[in-house]
Every structure is written in C-alpha cells, then in structure tokens.
C-alpha cells in the first residue's frame, strides 16, 4: 500500500522495531518520563510539517 509507519515507543523499543519503518524510542524505564517525550517529540513533529506546508 505505500504506507510509511512511525512508532514511537520507550525503555528498548520491545516488539515495535520489527512493525514500523521509523521508531523514536525513548530510553527510560520510567513511565511519565516516556510519556513526556512522546508529548514533545509530536509538537516537534508538528512543528516540522507545519514549516514544511508553509503554515508557520
């Protein structure tokens, strides 16, 4: 289908590498610091197709 797939996961990344084309993991143990990445690494991500649209 040409689906490109991006996970994002924490700690080793478990299962995930072997499911998605693109992994950020983040290298934690502990839950609310995984959690805050996530929440950080997608305003990055946005952020970054915003500028690429030409919207910011």
């Known amino acids: 289908m040409g689906i490109v797939t991006v996970g994002l996961s924490g700690r080793d990344g478990g299962k995930m590498p072997a499911l998605c084309d ?4 983040v290298p934690s143990n502990t839950t609310a ?8 690494l997608g305003q990055m991500l946005c952020g970054a197709l915003e500028q690429r649209l030409g919207l910011a």
């Open 33 to 40: 610091r995984i959690q805050e990445m996530h929440i950080t």
């Open 22 to 25: 693109t992994l950020l993991v």
